[in-house]
């Protein structure tokens, strides 16, 4: 049976995921490496199936964090985006300070915020806002600064005002743009959530994975690591079907074969 390019491509990455997998097993049995060092995928997958209902409300709490931390960073990047791509003074203005901003390692933050708001789920969100928002500012930004100036005087000449032309043709040219910025941000966005559970926090997986790492616990930290892993995987697919379904216009073909 002839598989169509889209099925073929998911085939070949759960087949290259698994081959993974087996080689890592392979060393570790072959080399006798101890389960402190690198503990073999049997071994996670063990402690996964073994301690599941012990870490789902952890995993559920970092998913909580790392989802509307990313839906603000989201909503702020665009605002602020559409606003720096849309002038030209406020790019001069704006743009250095979010540059020197995005500069400043969030770990160097998470402290302010823990004395502001106090630990916990707060300075969770609010990590990864803060950290999954540039690259949506940026590809915001970039998308409208990139519109053609022989299309804007068109419009223009059309009788078309500045705010026609943002919504009609600066920000559906953005979309490619914002949703290859959401696949990025969504990754930084759980970035910054466990690091805020690691420093200031009673829950989350990057909390368990702060303890087990202290207990020297190796495979139930590669547990919190597949977690994650899971966990960013399938925002990422959804955003791309998303993607797919509203910029399927802008996506070059991956087919060309002639029927």
Same mark, same amino acid.
């Given at each position: 049976?002839?598989? &169509?390019p889209?099925?073929?491509?998911?085939l070949?990455?759960v087949l290259s995921?698994?081959? @993974?997998?087996?080689?890592?097993?392979?060393?570790?049995?072959l080399?006798?490496v101890? &389960?402190l060092v690198?503990?073999?995928?049997?071994?996670?997958f063990?402690v996964?199936f073994e301690?599941?209902p012990? @870490?789902m409300p952890?995993? *559920?709490?970092?998913? /909580?964090t790392?989802?509307?931390?990313?839906g603000?960073?989201?909503?702020?990047?665009?605002?602020?985006?559409?606003m720096i791509?849309?002038?030209?003074?406020a790019? &001069?203005?704006?743009?250095p300070?979010l540059?020197?901003?995005n500069?400043?390692?969030?770990?160097a933050?998470?402290?302010?915020?823990?004395?502001?708001?106090?630990? $916990?789920?707060v300075?969770?969100?609010l990590?990864?806002?803060?950290?999954?928002?540039?690259? +949506?500012v940026v590809n915001?930004?970039t998308?409208?600064a990139?519109?053609?100036p022989?299309l804007e &005087? +068109?419009l223009?000449a059309?009788?078309?005002?500045? *705010?026609d032309?943002?919504?009609?043709?600066?920000?559906?040219?953005?979309m490619?743009?914002?949703f290859?910025?959401l696949?990025i941000?969504?990754s930084?966005? /759980?970035?910054?959530s466990v690091?805020?559970?690691? +420093?200031?926090?009673?829950?989350?997986? $990057?909390?368990?994975m702060?303890?087990?790492s202290g207990?020297?616990d +190796?495979?139930l930290?590669?547990?919190g690591?597949?977690? @994650?892993a899971f966990l960013g995987v399938?925002?990422?697919?959804?955003f791309?079907?998303?993607?797919h379904?509203?910029?399927?216009?802008?996506?070059?073909k *991956?087919d060309f074969?002639?029927?």
């Amino acid at each position: 049976m002839k598989l &169509d390019p889209r099925s073929r491509q998911r085939l070949l990455s759960v087949l290259s995921v698994l081959a @993974l997998f087996l080689l890592w097993e392979l060393i570790c049995r072959l080399f006798n490496v101890s &389960d402190l060092v690198l503990p073999k995928p049997s071994q996670i997958f063990k402690v996964l199936f073994e301690r599941l209902p012990a @870490l789902m409300p952890h995993a *559920t709490q970092t998913l /909580f964090t790392t989802v509307v931390g990313f839906g603000l960073g989201v909503l702020a990047g665009v605002l602020i985006g559409v606003m720096i791509g849309s002038s030209k003074l406020a790019y &001069d203005v704006a743009y250095p300070l979010l540059v020197g901003f995005n500069s400043i390692p969030k770990v160097a933050v998470v402290p302010i915020f823990v004395v502001w708001f106090g630990a $916990g789920t707060v300075p969770a969100i609010l990590t990864a806002m803060t950290i999954s928002m540039f690259p +949506v500012v940026v590809n915001v930004a970039t998308g409208l600064a990139t519109t053609e100036p022989e299309l804007e &005087d +068109v419009l223009r000449a059309l009788g078309a005002s500045k *705010t026609d032309i943002l919504w009609n043709v600066g920000l559906p040219r953005t979309m490619p743009y914002l949703f290859a910025s959401l696949k990025i941000a969504i990754s930084l966005a /759980f970035v910054g959530s466990v690091l805020s559970e690691t +420093v200031a926090a009673n829950r989350g997986i $990057g909390n368990v994975m702060m303890i087990a790492s202290g207990n020297f616990d +190796v495979p139930l930290v590669f547990a919190g690591l597949f977690i @994650l892993a899971f966990l960013g995987v399938a925002l990422y697919a959804i955003f791309s079907f998303i993607e797919h379904k509203v910029t399927g216009w802008a996506q070059r073909k *991956t087919d060309f074969s002639i029927a």
